[in-house]
């Protein structure tokens, strides 16, 4: 297995570190919903000021294309950042990118400054060159602590690596070990993915079915499965644009659909009943919807869980927004658990999923939690990432 450059195997004392990180955190009304992604860069930034180092980060938040959205800010993050951190001395700063900011950063004896949302530079998404040379001029060493940010070649995790000396953060190395892991199980092998949509995750699914033994598969996207068989799923969310790469996807014995489904009329969602998926083909009426898998999936789910040495989860099992259908992913969350971090090697992550983990009070009895969305899909289709090239040995 090909290793990540470790900012362990180098002297780091005193230098000036750029660090990328993923603060692509939920604001509401001005505050940091969930700092869930931002603690998970804390090891790294200790770490780092534990060595005499000035960190400077750089993240992004929500998608302001080039332009300074001023909603998007990272000074909440910001304000968030010192709370968690208070004993440390920090700076945002808060100017265009331009030559004048390095003259800030050197006047600034702050150990911590965070930089505004790199988004608010056009050349971030394009892996604009002459940004990433910015970036690099800012410091010494470059430190790559966004994982959830290496599906995408970014001005400052591709173009920067070009002017520094790069690194792989601490979590972001605890990424690369477990999904790497994830990508050759100890068998039995359990993947368990549910969520919205198949195109995001066919590819997984896929990939799976060659690597492990069972997939099992729940939520919105086992909808598409169930109406690809010939089922009537009424309202449900389904992909109709898929179903011919859900029935390749169902050639493989692997596959696990459910048995039975959670169902609700769409208006009051008051009217739950529970269907089997039998010979009847019927399972909703036109203004009946989808929301959970049942019990009898549940128990199936479980056993096959049990079973497995290793348990990779991603995507909620039904609608969990709604107090009604998250019951499915609970038990699910819970059973996983209770295998994980010894009997079997647990790991989940995923946008949505990391919500349902939350939800489930489940997050520390898992081996790994991955911070990943989109980076954890593509890194478990096998693909490689173009943000860690740079940081691969
Ligand atoms: P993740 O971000 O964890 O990969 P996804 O984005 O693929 O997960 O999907 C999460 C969303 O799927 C959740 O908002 C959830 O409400 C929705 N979902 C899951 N099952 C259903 C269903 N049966 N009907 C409608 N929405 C569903
Ligand atoms: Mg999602």
Known sequence: M????????????????????????????????????MERAHPTIKYLLKQKCQVILVSHLGRPEGRRVKALTLKPVFNQLRMDLPSVSM????????????????????????????????????????LGELLGGLAEIYVNEAFAACHRALASNVAVAKYLPSFAGLNLENEYKYLTRALKPKKPAVALIGGAKIKTKA?????????????????????TFIYAKGYEIGDSLCDYDQIRKARILLKSKKVVLPVDVVVSDKKTRRKIRV????????????DEQILDIGPETIKLFAVE?????????????????????????????????????????????????????????????????????????????????????????
Request: with cysteine.
């Open 203 to 223: 590819a997984v699914i896929n990939n799976f079915s060659k690597l492990y033994n069972k997939i099992l598969l729940g939520g919105g996207l086992a909808n």
């Open 305 to 393: 869980i049990k079973k497995a040495q290793t348990i990779i989860w991603n995507g909620p099992m039904g609608l969990l927004e709604n107090k009604s259908f998250r019951h499915g992913t609970l038990a699910l969350a819970k059973i996983m658990a209770a295998r994980s971090s010894g009997r079997a090697l647990g790991i989940c992550g995923g946008g949505e999923t990391l919500y349902a983990v939350t939800l489930s009070k489940m997050g520390r009895y898992y081996d790994f939690v991955s911070t990943g969305g989109g980076a954890m899909l593509q890194f478990l289709e096998g693909k490689n990432l173009p943000g860690l090239k740079a940081i691969i040995k």
């Open 275 to 286: 269907v089997k998926i039998a010979k009847e083909k019927k399972l909703c009426n036109q």
């Open 2 to 37: 090909k290793k990540l450059k470790s900012i362990k195997d180098i002297d780091i004392h005193g230098r000036k570190v750029l660090m990328r990180v993923d603060f692509n955190v939920p604001v509401i009304k001005g505050k940091v919903g969930d700092n869930f992604k």
């Open 91 to 130: 700076k945002f700063i808060d100017d265009k990118l331009n030559d004048r900011i390095n003259e800030k950063i050197k006047k600034s004896r702050a150990q911590v400054i965070l930089l505004e949302n790199i988004r608010y530079e056009k050349g971030e998404d394009k892996n604009d060159k002459k």
